[in-house]
């Protein structure tokens, strides 16, 4: 068994509705086949346990893992595509990249960069768009599998209005490659299937219905798409479905919105639509980076609220800027500030949860993720400063908890998250860094 010792930090508690931040400033945390057996004060643990091995974390601050609930494997290599709406995006930049994923060779490369990407982040746990060819989502799993990272996801499909035409399929084919795919992975290790139709723009109905019979023929198995995200895009689903309630409803009158069901962006939804995810305990996927960096609005995150949907963090790489949920959670905090009175103001600890348990919850994990809880599995990230850094200094400086958790939203990045543990398995070890005493 191993003893962590180190400032804890975590939500198990719903900030939105009331719970405040836990902060245990020197908290032992032991973990035994990848789960938290105990917790507490240090020295009452370690009194406890005086013969476990002591993993001193003390130099930084140690959070529930990362869960990134929508990102999208085809396309780390085209992050920083900016300036573009989201279909000029999707045709120039997104698309083409995403054809080059039909040679498993290639696919297999860049699956390595995504999950070393992601849990490079401190992302332990992730909703993963796959890709539109069978191999490619094979090569995502396998290499998630191979690194322990937890992550849900299937063959993207489309069946219309997608450049190149490599990219389209057909109702009979998506059904029987989806369950091929989901009869290799879904519920093996870590893994699940996702049903993923790209977004009812680029999917007939007949297509819908075949992801429809996937999602019943899969027991278990999760399903995502995107809606209401740019208002071009809302016009033309509009256009092509003239007989649904609206965008939401081009999925709903499928069977396609439920539980199980994660929707990223939502930026422009109508009230009807935000009252049929909240009864249906559907969860949205936020994703503040790429809202602004695509110019695709600003997220009505209050009146989410006010509808009972659950939302969460995505970071949708490649239209995101990057894999840090960090960076995600500051830009929700700027997306919510300029919306003046519309706006949800959120604090550190809202960020947090978002960024943590919120998307376990969504994702049906909470009982395994997302807190650092007695029971919980052992999947964390340890934010330590580089000596000297304004990180450091801001750290060294905050007034408690709280504000130490606004300064690592506020200035932590990739680079400092200097170590991450997946069911109590180091997956990512820091390059260099000073006070890492792992194995001390
Ligand atoms: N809608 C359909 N496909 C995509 C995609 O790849 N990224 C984003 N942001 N929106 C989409
Ligand atoms: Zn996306």
Redesign the pocket.
């Known amino acids: 068994m191993t003893l962590y010792r180190a400032r804890v930090l975590d939500t198990p508690d719903d900030p939105f509705t009331g719970g405040e931040l836990r902060a245990d400033d020197d908290a032992g945390l032991v973990v035994r086949d990848g789960q938290i057996v105990a917790r507490g004060a240090y020295a009452q643990v370690r009194g406890d346990h005086p013969e476990d091995h002591v993993v001193d974390l003390r130099d930084g601050i140690l959070l529930p893992g990362f869960v990134d609930t ?3 494997f085809p396309q780390v290599r085209v992050i920083g595509g900016l300036g573009m709406p989201l279909l000029r995006w999707l045709d120039e930049r997104a698309l083409p990249e995403e054809a080059r994923l039909a040679d498993p060779a290639y696919a297999r490369s860049v699956a390595a960069e995504f999950v070393r990407g992601l849990v490079e982040a401190g992302t332990t746990t992730a909703l993963v ?1 796959g890709a539109h060819f069978a191999p490619a989502v094979d090569e995502v799993f396998a290499e998630a599998a191979r690194v322990g990272l937890r992550i849900t996801s299937g063959l993207v499909v489309s069946d219309r209005l997608l450049r190149p035409s490599e990219l389209l399929t057909s109702p009979d084919r998506a059904y029987e490659l989806s369950c091929e795919l989901a009869g290799r992975w879904h519920g093996v290790g870590r893994a699940r299937y996702a049903v993923t139709p790209r977004f009812s723009y680029s999917a007939t109905d007949d297509l819908l219905d075949a992801c429809a019979s996937v999602l019943k023929d899969v027991p278990g198995s999760w399903f995502t798409s ?1 809606v209401n ?1 740019n208002l071009a895009e809302i016009a033309r689903v509009a256009e092509l479905f003239d007989d649904a309630h609206d965008y939401v409803d081009t999925y709903d009158r499928h069977g396609l919105v439920g539980r199980r069901s994660v929707f ?2 939502n930026v422009h939804p109508t009230d009807r639509e935000l009252s049929i995810l909240g009864a249906e305990g559907a969860t949205v996927a936020h ?1 503040p980076s ?1 809202n602004a960096s695509l110019g695709s609005g600003l997220f009505p995150l209050r009146r989410h609220l006010e509808h009972g949907v659950r939302v969460a963090l ?1 970071s ?1 790489v490649g ?1 995101g800027t990057g894999f840090s949920l960090l960076k995600e959670g500051l830009q929700a905090y700027f997306a919510q500030q300029l919306m003046g009175e519309e706006g949800m103001p959120l604090g550190p600890v809202h960020l947090l949860h978002l960024a943590t348990a919120a998307g376990a919850a969504g994702l049906g994990l909470a009982d395994q993720v997302g807190d650092l809880d007695v029971g919980k599995q052992f999947d964390a990230v340890w934010v330590s400063a580089a000596e000297g850094s304004t990180l450091d200094v801001g750290l060294r400086h905050a007034r408690d908890a709280e504000n130490a958790l606004a300064t690592v939203f506020a200035l932590g990045g990739v680079a400092d998250i200097a170590a991450v543990w997946i069911a109590g398995e180091p997956v990512h070890r820091p390059r260099q860094r000073t006070g890492l005493r792992l194995g001390a």
């Open positions: 929508h990102v999208h768009f995107h995200e990223a962006h994703c790429s995505g949708d239209g």
